[in-house]
């Protein structure tokens, strides 16, 4: 089995943006960085270089080599080979990558995010096609359009997409379980390609530039959302062959969201009646949910199973989540018996595997 | 010792608002009821019935008296001796009462928020004098003009309030630790008053007149968030004798707001400095409101048992009603799931410390 990092990420460069058409290319990003002053104010460290496109700004990060352990070269994929590289020097078969700005909306107009949006997918087919099959990634769709969406992802599947990135609350506050989304659950379902709730924000009236936007509510709580309201309407038995993942807002919100639908189920029935709750929820459903080390892997095992646990390192990122030797970390946990070797394999292997359908 | 229901609610009624400043009247609340037909489509049961606030529409639930185990009387304080006789039924020695209404946002124009909370103050201290304060409540207020705030605090603190109601995110999509609301925060800690943050939604658009604006990202979610702002911010250093309570939005999140913590503490200090304390809650302050479906003695073994305070939710029938939350959770202690003591912190001395009672 290889060992997947269910969560990595690169940096979207200005290769990135190439594959923008007329008559949109006007849109662009350029790159806009602090000419003056030796600091930017209460900017954190590294905020004060930007995307710019049609008026809006969006932090594009200047990082730090040794705090994130990786070199520009590999964030930004300008060289495919020194990523493996340093997968193997990490003990990783396969990765599964995330954008960067995308955890953010570009652009309050669909056609301009989509163009955006279309033009990332092509920069990441081209290097998956560099890696060997190794660096797989997850695909970002013109979600304003549902048939449009459905026919780039047809597209990127035989692109080394392996997963369909959705924001919680998507596209003019849709939850995730809204009907608008049916048709696309489908269209996964019948790919057998997962859809994939990461962290982040579709909402265009926020930009990264305010440290203060990559909150939790912003961020992380619409993860949490997904979960419950797709399992509240049923979404997992609407679309039997439908794997879902949660991922980059750890774990240990489990016990919570299954504490609400306790809930929900004794108490609001009539507000819910269709809603059982089932004792493998997380595994009958096709749930993924992606752990992080310093959370308490034994317990959350023990709430939601061990078939439904991934990890990933966010390889390019240096925030809360990112810790390069995630998988190194698991894999000794089962050696030191703090969760078992088969459970420490499931996480890294196993589990990861199933979800993508790698 | 005594027994604190540390969640309840009152239903708004038409003698809220017979309490609206004079000069405010246009203000004034009056309600809309479905004229045809038995059912509406989509909406939930009871949930045909609104609040019509200077052109906003709002939910006025129609309950159910068997689901709620409630009457009209005693949820919208219309005989106020025979909610207290329902809470010696009940084995609750006092009750903090929340609003209904107010859980959402009927209005962003500053001169409407005052006038519906100052109306609201105004019935609850007068409900409060009447139940020999046994009924204590927690004070709306008009957040978007400051000065009147802390005038709704000092008139609220000689009333019977021992809490003010802040939401996660509110006032212009403002976190709690925003240093907007520092003055307030500054002013509740002199009247020693919890600053409670409910579960509820900051925006006028998002009005419960749309189901789907009482999910756990419009609604509840922002309760954590104002956690982990708060601690983020290190505002209980900045105020060390502040109060906070966390209501409703159940604790199991607590194991993963620490988490998310310790992953901070390790990995950003450089990007977002804070003071990651050795106990978050206890020396911070904080209390949160418990459910008995959740798995308490793993969260009090994250938490310690100094946190957690529960309530009954009163009045409504949604995820987080039980009438019974106290009795159970005393049950809990008797039948050892939890230790007896850890069972009397929750129903008596930590809602007493956070309430000031």
Same mark, same amino acid.
């Given at each position: ?24 290319k ?21 905020? #004060?270089?930007?995307?710019?496109s049609?008026?809006?700004?969006? /932090? ?14 590999t964030?930004?994929?300008?060289? /495919?080979?020194?990523r ?15 954008p ?6 570009? #652009? ?5 995010e989509? *163009? ?18 190794r ?33 919680g ?8 379980a809204?009907?608008?989304?049916f048709?696309?659950?489908?269209e *996964?379902?019948d ?21 203060l #936007? ?8 619409? /993860? ?14 609407l ?19 299954l ?5 929900r ?32 892997l ?15 390192t ?7 989540s990112?810790?390069?030797?995630t ?32 | ?12 009624? &038409?003698?809220?608002w ?5 000069g405010?009247?246009?203000y ?11 059912e ?11 609040w ?20 009209r ?10 909610r207290?006789r329902?809470?010696d039924q ?9 609003p +209904? ?6 209005? &962003? ?5 005052? $006038?519906?909370?100052?109306a ?5 201290g007068?409900? @409060? ?8 409540w ?6 978007l ?36 609301f ?5 002013? $509740? ?16 658009e @998002? ?8 999910s756990?990202w ?31 939005a ?19 200090q450089?990007l ?15 209390y949160?409101?418990?459910? +008995? ?5 793993y ?13 009954t ?11 019974? +939350? ?8 008797? &039948?050892?799931?939890? +230790?007896? &003591? ?8 930590? $809602?007493?410390?956070l309430?000031?009672?």
């Amino acid at each position: 089995m290889p060992v997947v990092d269910a969560d990595a990420h690169v940096d979207e460069t200005e290769e990135t943006w190439q594959y923008i058409d007329e008559p949109l290319k006007r849109y662009t990003p350029i790159t806009i960085t602090q000419q003056m002053g030796s600091d930017a104010g209460a900017q954190p460290k590294g905020y #004060n270089r930007f995307w710019f496109s049609d008026g809006r700004f969006l /932090v594009r990060r200047v990082r730090d080599d040794v705090r994130t352990r990786t070199t520009l070269e590999t964030r930004e994929l300008l060289d /495919v080979p020194a990523r493996m590289r340093h997968l193997d020097e990490l003990g990783i078969d396969l990765q599964v990558c995330y954008p960067t700005s995308f955890l953010m909306r570009w #652009n309050p107009s669909d056609q301009v995010e989509h *163009a955006l949006r279309k033009s990332y997918n092509r920069w990441m087919g081209s290097k998956w096609a560099q890696s060997d099959n190794r660096m797989r990634w997850v695909a970002l769709l013109p979600m304003g359009d549902i048939d449009e969406a459905i026919r780039e992802l047809h597209i990127v599947k035989e692109n080394g997409a392996c997963g369909i990135m959705q924001k919680g609350i998507e596209w003019g506050y849709r939850s995730a379980a809204d009907p608008y989304f049916f048709p696309l659950y489908q269209e *996964a379902a019948d790919l057998n390609i997962p859809i994939c709730f990461h962290t982040g924000t579709s909402d265009p009236a926020l930009s990264d530039a305010q440290a203060l #936007n990559l909150s939790f509510h912003n961020m992380m709580a619409p /993860v949490i959302d997904a979960f419950l309201s797709l399992y509240t309407a049923g979404v997992p038995t609407l679309f039997p062959k439908l794997r879902v993942g949660f991922i980059e807002a750890m774990a240990s919100w489990l016990p919570l969201a299954l504490a609400e639908l306790r809930a929900r189920e004794e108490r609001s029935s009539w507000l819910f009646p269709e809603l059982g709750v089932v004792d493998d929820l997380v595994k009958e459903s096709r749930f993924y949910v992606a752990c992080q080390t310093v959370e308490d892997l034994p317990y959350l095992i023990r709430t939601c199973g061990e078939d439904n646990l991934v990890a990933g390192t966010d390889y390019t990122h240096a925030d809360q989540s990112a810790e390069i030797e995630t998988l190194s970390i698991i894999r000794r946990m089962g050696d030191e018996n703090i969760i078992t070797k088969e459970q420490a394999r499931k996480i890294l292997e196993d589990n990861p595997k199933a979800f993508y359908g790698l | 010792m005594t027994v604190v229901d540390a969640d309840a609610h009152v239903d708004e009624t &038409e003698e809220t608002w017979e309490h609206i400043p004079k000069g405010y009247e246009r203000y004034k609340p009056f309600t809309v009821v479905q004229a045809i037909a038995d059912e509406v489509s989509g909406q939930p049961k009871g949930y045909n019935r609104f609040w019509c606030i200077d052109g906003t529409f709002a939910l006025r639930r129609i309950r159910n008296d068997e689901r709620t185990r409630t009457v009209r009387e005693t949820r919208e304080l219309i005989d106020v001796g025979a909610r207290l006789r329902h809470m010696d039924q009940l084995g609750i020695d006092s009750q903090v009462c929340y609003p +209904t209404l107010f859980l959402m946002t009927p209005s &962003e124009k500053p001169e409407a928020e005052y $006038a519906l909370t100052h109306a609201y103050n105004r019935w609850m201290g007068s409900k @409060w004098a009447e139940s020999k304060n046994r009924i204590r409540w927690v004070a709306m207020l008009p957040m978007l003009s400051p000065d009147k705030a802390i005038e709704e605090m000092r008139w609220a603190r000689k009333n019977g309030a021992c809490g003010i109601s802040k939401k996660g995110i509110e006032c212009g999509d403002r976190v709690a630790s925003d240093p907007y609301f520092f003055p307030i925060y500054k002013e $509740a800690e002199d009247l020693d008053l919890a600053v409670c943050i409910h579960v509820g939604n900051g925006r006028v658009e @998002w009005m419960d007149t749309n189901v789907k604006h009482l999910s756990p990202w419009f609604f509840s979610l922002s309760a954590i968030d104002a956690f982990l702002s708060l601690t983020l911010a290190n505002i209980p250093d900045k105020f060390p004798k502040l109060r906070f309570g966390i209501i409703e939005a159940m604790s199991s999140w607590i194991p993963y707001a620490l988490s998310d913590l310790r992953a901070r503490d390790e990995r950003t200090q450089w990007l977002m400095p804070f003071n990651m304390k050795s106990n978050v809650l206890e020396e911070g302050n904080f209390y949160v409101g418990c459910q +008995t479906v959740e798995d308490l003695p793993y969260i009090m073994k994250h938490a310690g048992d100094g946190c957690l305070v529960a309530g009954t939710d009163y009045t409504h029938a949604d995820q987080s009603a039980e009438i019974e +939350t106290l009795n159970i959770i005393h049950n809990m202690g008797e &039948e050892g799931y939890i +230790t007896q &003591e850890q069972a009397r912190k929750i129903r008596e001395d930590n $809602a007493m410390k956070l309430y000031g009672i």
